[in-house]
Nanobody, 121 residues
Framework: QVRLVESGGGIVQSGGSMRLSCTAS??????????VEWYRQAPGSQREFVAG???????NYADRVKGRFTVSLDSAKNTMYLQMNSLNPDDTAVYYC?????????????WGQGTLVTVSS
C-alpha cells in the first residue's frame, strides 16, 4: 500500500552536484514522515549510513559526506531530499531512502527501492 520512490539519480562528473528525492505515496492522509535516513551501497560493499533526521529534528551525517551533503525533509509533501555537492567517484552507489511514518497512535517504517548515482572521473 505505502510506497517510497527515489528519484534524481544518474551520471555526474566528479566535482558536480546532484539532488535526490524520496516521495511517499499511499498514506491516505493519516500518516506523515516523522524521521528519515539515507543509505547507500556500492557494488561489493555493505550498505552504509549516509545521513538522517530523527524525530526530534537531530541531524547526523557520515564522516565521508559531512560538509558536502545536506539532508532535508518536507513533511507536508511527504518528501525527503539529499543534496550532494563536490561529488567524487567514491560516492558512486545505489542510494536508498528509509522513512518512519507517524500517525494517530502508531508508527511504521518503509524502504525505497534505490536510485543509482554514478560519478565519473
Amino acid at each position: 500500500q505505502v510506497r517510497l520512490v527515489e528519484s534524481g539519480g544518474g551520471i555526474v562528473q566528479s566535482g558536480g552536484s546532484m539532488r535526490l528525492s524520496c516521495t511517499a505515496s499511499g498514506l491516505g492522509g493519516a500518516f506523515a514522515m516523522s524521521a528519515v535516513e539515507w543509505y547507500r551501497q556500492a557494488p561489493g560493499s555493505q550498505r552504509e549510513f549516509v545521513a538522517g533526521i530523527g524525530r526530534d529534528g537531530d541531524i547526523n551525517y557520515a564522516d565521508r559526506v559531512k560538509g558536502r551533503f545536506t539532508v532535508s525533509l518536507d513533511s507536508a509533501k511527504n518528501t525527503m531530499y539529499l543534496q550532494m555537492n563536490s561529488l567524487n567517484p567514491d560516492d558512486t552507489a545505489v542510494y536508498y531512502c528509509n522513512a518512519e511514518f507517524g500517525g494517530p497512535g502508531a508508527y511504521f517504517g518503509k524502504w525505497g527501492q534505490g536510485t543509482l548515482v554514478t560519478v565519473s572521473s
